[in-house]
């Protein structure tokens, strides 16, 4: 019988723990594929005591007997993705017999980078916060109609089209002020496209099909988060793809029919890195001290994560926009210790109370909060506290979604299946 795609994506601004969990329900599957997204993301895997951090490949990368593949939905830079095939190497991985990449994703030329650096200097304190990997540049030519896609690595005029395109950027950096010296590194890049093709390239539509139908179980793994989504996202402080569940079809050229189930992963609380708006942010001393507890400092650019209270009419939001059919709740052991967890169950707009994100949530919504009690230290060999219990049932009654997985630290065994047979798959 045909199997199924499952689709994992992150349900805030994205780092919610989605790398942790892929790796701990890997072994379900057959099949592990990103489907946007590129080395904007940092996903962090922790087991027998060593910490992998992956940007591009999937994080089902370190379980023998699973495939992994970069779909078409995805933005490549070679010297990135070569760096973390070397890593892996080094981690005793050798990727050769379980790692693919799509023909039909696109690559991230040294002067999409420049491009991304001078958009975000000229736009001074509106910045997005990008983390200037050329994600943006890279999008706006897939849509543009102008990408470089790695299937163009197999053509005889390959060069002349790398050049074109280097052409075209070179005329618009000249209309810039801050010009990055993208040169220096487009030595490295080229060599690393020849070795680039040392990776099996699949036409990954046909090859998903034949392993689905050969009933060999996919999970499609996301990047960024729901509130970073081009379309849903808080506009424009957002990444330029779709992170949620319709993206999983166009990042793999699957169907919606054969979409299975849909894991939103949260944490305890919301945090976001960069620029844009944030209702339940904390600028005291609790969020300081979530930070703290929590190494909120990102995986990819090492900037400090800002951080907040857990907000529900966001989240119910993510649960609507993926259909999310279950939730993973991360991090809950970073808040132990708090005397009293606070909650945003509505948002006041223009002095009406309501549980929808509205259009705009721009200093024009303001959180209105419920107050719950906090729990002690957290352990997986013990029954979850009361309070814990309860403040997970208040978040699937306001979601209508049952939290199947509950994260209580770092590593690959501090995780606990409310329902193993529903997660574990
Ligand atoms: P991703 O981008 O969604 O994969 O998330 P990141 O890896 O960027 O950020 C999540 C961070 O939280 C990583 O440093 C993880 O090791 C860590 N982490 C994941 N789950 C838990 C948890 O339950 N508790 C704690 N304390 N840390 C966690
Ligand atoms: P993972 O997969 C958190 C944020 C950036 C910036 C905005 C646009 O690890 O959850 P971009 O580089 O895409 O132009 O940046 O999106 N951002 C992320 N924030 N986690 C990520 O990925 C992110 N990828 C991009 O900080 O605000
Ligand atoms: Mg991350």
Redesign the pocket.
């Given at each position: 019988m045909s199997a199924r795609v499952d689709v994992l994506l992150?349900a805030q601004w994205?780092?919610?723990?989605?790398?942790?969990v892929?790796d701990v329900i890997t072994p379900g599957y057959a099949v592990i594929a990103r489907f946007q997204g590129g080395p904007n993301?940092?996903?962090?895997?922790?087991f027998e005591g060593r910490?992998h951090?992956l940007h591009t490949i999937p994080?089902g990368i370190f379980r023998e007997g699973v495939m992994n593949l970069v779909g078409n939905g995805v933005v490549i830079d070679p010297v990135i993705f070569l760096k973390e095939v070397d890593a892996l190497a080094k981690a005793g991985v050798d990727v050769k017999d379980r790692l693919l990449i799509g023909r039909r994703a696109h690559l991230i030329l040294p002067t999409h980078r420049a491009l991304d650096a001078a958009s975000e200097a000229e736009k001074g304190k509106e910045k997005i916060g990008s983390t200037l990997k050329g994600i943006g540049p890279t999008y706006m030519d897939k849509t543009g109609r102008n990408g470089f896609r790695v299937g163009d690595l197999e053509r005889a005029d390959m060069m002349d089209r790398y050049r074109a395109l280097v052409r075209k950027h070179e005329r618009l950096l000249a209309g810039h002020e801050h010009v990055i010296d993208w040169k220096a590194y487009e030595g490295e890049w080229l060599d690393a496209v020849q070795r680039l093709r040392t990776i099996t390239l699949v036409d990954s539509e046909h090859w998903l099909d034949e392993q689905l139908n050969a009933g060999r179980k996919v999970l499609a793994e996301g990047?960024q988060?729901t509130l970073l989504d081009i379309d849903f996202g808080t506009y424009p402080f957002v990444t330029s793809s779709n992170t949620i569940t319709a993206g999983a079809c166009t990042g793999l050229g699957v169907p919606p029919t054969r979409i299975g189930r849909v894991i939103g992963?949260f944490k305890a609380y919301c945090t976001r890195v960069g620029s844009g708006p944030f209702p339940t942010e904390l600028n005291d001393e609790v969020g300081e001290r979530i930070r703290q507890?929590?190494?909120?400092f990102?995986?990819?650019t090492g900037r400090a994560r800002r951080c907040g209270w857990l907000d529900l009419p966001a989240l119910k939001y993510a649960v609507m926009i993926n259909g999310v059919s279950e939730l993973a709740m991360?991090?809950?052991?970073?808040l132990s210790g708090m005397d009293t967890i606070r909650v945003c169950t509505h948002y006041k707009v223009n002095g009406r109370l309501t549980d929808r994100l509205p259009y705009d949530i721009t200093g024009t919504v303001e959180p209105v909060y419920a107050d719950l009690p906090g729990w002690g230290a957290l352990s997986v060999s013990e029954a979850l506290p009361a309070s814990l219990e309860a403040y997970i049932r208040r978040i699937e009654e306001a979601t209508g979604v049952p939290v199947k997985l509950v994260?209580?630290?770092?590593d690959r065994a501090?995780?606990l299946m409310r329902d193993t047979a529903a997660v574990a798959g």
């Open positions: 992150g994205g780092d919610e723990g989605k790398g942790k892929v993301a940092g996903h962090t895997l922790l910490k951090v994080s990047a988060g992963i507890a929590g190494h909120e990102g995986s990819t991360m991090k809950a052991d970073v994260s209580l630290g770092p501090e995780t």
